[in-house]
């Protein structure tokens, strides 16, 4: 693999796409082509560190290698043979090869894995002159998507998803993902300057996802990645890049960060996780119930994901807490209000209409973000 111009895709959940694009466009990646579910951008081989170390919001980096028409199976196999693996993957690399189709006419998503490994390892014979593989090295996880009979074929670069940032040691039952946290914090247009509160903090994972936007610490800093084992980037391109998390500026604001849960364990545990995260100094966590929700500040914002009320037995629990909400709303109306919910009702039940909402999912659950405004 060349140090040249290549493709990367950013994947993430649908409804951040423009988050990821401005993230990206922050790094300097400015050539961009913005899909449903997805980033594609130019870019040159250090991007690959880089991208993966500082992305909030994205859930992958992954390299495209080719993408072409492909309504037969010869079609599928021929192009996918003449794309450049060995010049990406050495001799022992490991390649297993995921898949995916959308309304293609190869519906069979395990015949096209099938038949992509199958033209790798004939791709591979031919400059290796080897006749079988011990896949014993480095993981280049490929993966064929197959959208309206175009063939996508790309190389994860992230290892585990990019939302595992490696502070959440402890955690409740349904915690949200750390790169959702980001996303709302950034769609709420936090500033350092500006008080956050989130009274159902539970993990902890909005405050110290916002902990480390205030601060400028690049959420992956703490982690590896699987392109950093393989020999075709150079080893100096990742000591520069996890450098640059050291020597980037952060922020000297002081910051105004709680979480508040009536569990105290999930208070325990977001300690616990602030500290693996570096930020325990940065945020108040305080054991409370919501009918204490309170503070001095005239202005501030309220960012959080209550509990929806999926399980059985829940619903009137949850409506009763929307309306509770509904009410402390009231006592800091000067306050901005974010909040992640799956419940349709929610608006009814808060008691106003939101001032914008925005449709996202939590995993495979579809929620709103509603979004009242306050004088901050």
Same mark, same amino acid.
Request: charged fraction near 25%; glycine fraction near 8%.
């Given at each position: 693999?060349?140090?040249?111009?290549?493709?990367?895709?950013?994947?993430?959940?649908?409804?951040?796409?423009?988050?990821?694009?401005?993230?990206?466009?922050?790094?300097?990646?400015?050539? $961009?082509?913005?899909e449903?579910? %997805?980033?594609?951008?130019?870019?040159?081989?250090?991007?690959?560190?880089?991208?993966?170390?500082?992305?909030?919001?994205?859930?992958?980096?992954?390299?495209?290698?080719?993408?072409?028409?492909?309504?037969?199976?010869?079609?599928?196999?021929? $192009?996918?043979?003449?794309?450049?693996?060995?010049?990406i993957?050495p001799?022992?690399?490991?390649?297993?090869?995921?898949?995916?189709?959308?309304?293609?006419?190869?519906?069979?998503?395990?015949?096209?894995?099938?038949?992509?490994?199958?033209?790798?390892?004939?791709s591979?014979?031919?400059?290796?002159?080897?006749?079988?593989?011990?896949?014993?090295?480095?993981?280049?996880r490929?993966?064929?998507?197959?959208?309206?009979?175009?063939?996508?074929?790309?190389?994860?670069?992230?290892?585990?998803?990019?939302?595992?940032?490696?502070?959440?040691?402890?955690?409740?039952?349904?915690?949200?993902?750390?790169?959702?946290?980001a996303?709302?914090?950034?769609?709420a247009?936090?500033?350092? +300057?500006?008080?956050?509160?989130?009274?159902?903090?539970?993990?902890?994972?909005?405050?110290?996802?916002?902990?480390?936007?205030?601060?400028?610490?690049?959420?992956?800093?703490?982690r590896?990645?699987?392109?950093?084992?393989?020999?075709?980037?150079?080893?100096?391109?990742?000591?520069?890049?996890?450098?640059?998390?050291?020597?980037?500026?952060?922020?000297?604001?002081?910051?105004?960060?709680?979480?508040?849960?009536?569990?105290?364990?999930?208070?325990?545990?977001a300690?616990?996780?602030?500290?693996?995260?570096?930020?325990?100094?940065?945020?108040?966590?305080?054991?409370k119930?919501?009918?204490?929700?309170?503070? %001095?500040?005239?202005?501030?914002?309220?960012?959080?994901?209550?509990?929806?009320?999926?399980?059985? +037995?829940?619903?009137?629990?949850?409506?009763?807490?929307?309306?509770?909400?509904?009410?402390?709303?009231?006592?800091?109306?000067?306050?901005?209000?974010?909040?992640?919910?799956?419940?349709?009702?929610?608006?009814?039940?808060?008691?106003?209409?939101?001032?914008?909402?925005?449709?996202?999912?939590?995993?495979?659950?579809?929620?709103?973000?509603?979004?009242?405004? +306050?004088?901050?």
């Open positions: 693999m060349t140090v040249g111009s290549i493709e990367l895709l950013a994947t993430c959940s649908f409804g951040l796409e423009a988050l990821v694009a401005r993230e990206l466009g922050d790094l300097g990646y400015k050539q $961009q082509v913005v449903n579910g %997805k980033v594609t951008f130019t870019a040159d081989l250090s991007a690959i560190c880089r991208s993966n170390l500082w992305l909030r919001t994205a859930d992958r980096v992954r390299l495209k290698v080719g993408e072409f028409k492909a309504t037969t199976f010869d079609e599928l196999f021929e $192009q996918t043979k003449a794309l450049p693996w060995p010049d993957m001799l022992n690399a490991a390649f297993p090869v995921d898949g995916k189709s959308v309304r293609s006419t190869l519906f069979s998503v395990s015949d096209s894995q099938a038949i992509v490994k199958k033209a790798i390892v004939e591979m014979k031919n400059r290796y002159q080897a006749s079988w593989f011990k896949e014993d090295g480095p993981l280049y490929v993966e064929v998507s197959i959208l309206r009979d175009i063939a996508t074929l790309t190389i994860d670069t992230s290892g585990a998803g990019l939302h595992k940032r490696g502070y959440r040691q402890s955690g409740s039952g349904a915690p949200l993902r750390e790169t959702l946290a996303a709302l914090v950034l769609l247009r936090w500033q350092p +300057g500006i008080t956050l509160l989130d009274p159902f903090c539970g993990s902890g994972t909005i405050p110290i996802e916002a902990a480390l936007i205030g601060h400028n610490i690049a959420p992956g800093m703490n590896n990645f699987a392109a950093e084992e393989w020999p075709t980037i150079p080893k100096y391109l990742w000591h520069e890049a996890r450098r640059e998390t050291h020597d980037l500026p952060g922020s000297n604001k002081r910051l105004d960060l709680g979480g508040t849960d009536i569990n105290p364990a999930a208070i325990k545990n300690r616990i996780n602030a500290a693996e995260a570096g930020v325990e100094d940065l945020i108040h966590f305080q054991v119930p919501l009918s204490e929700l309170s503070s %001095k500040k005239k202005y501030g914002k309220v960012i959080c994901n209550p509990p929806y009320g999926e399980r059985l +037995g829940t619903q009137k629990e949850v409506a009763e807490l929307y309306r509770q909400m509904g009410k402390f709303h009231e006592k800091l109306d000067t306050w901005s209000w974010y909040v992640l919910t799956a419940h349709e009702d929610f608006e009814r039940l808060f008691g106003r209409k939101a001032s914008k909402r925005r449709k996202l999912y939590n995993g495979n659950i579809q929620v709103h973000y509603y979004q009242y405004f +306050g004088n901050n």
